[in-house]
């Protein structure tokens, strides 16, 4: 079968929560991988290629909101579509 439509550029920032200023539902669609220093990650919450961070859950730990404790690891960020 071939997939004759044009992917969406990937972004330099991306955010899956949807009330992030950086959400683009149009990209997350089409399944977004993330590699940290040429480890895959699947647990990404938000990343930023150009100042090289992801941002992932710690552990089960909330905050006061209720939502996911994020921390941020550094490093040589790519992204691709999976």
Known sequence: MNDTTQLPPIPDRLSINPRSHHYNAEVLKHGIGIKLNDKEY???EEYCI???WIAVASGKTLDR???P???KLKGRVEAFYQ
Request: glycine residues 16%; aromatic residues 0%; neutral net charge.
């Open 69 to 71: 404790l994020m921390i």
């Open 65 to 67: 909101k209720g939502n």
């Open 42 to 44: 699947t647990n990404v």
């Open 50 to 52: 150009s100042e090289g």
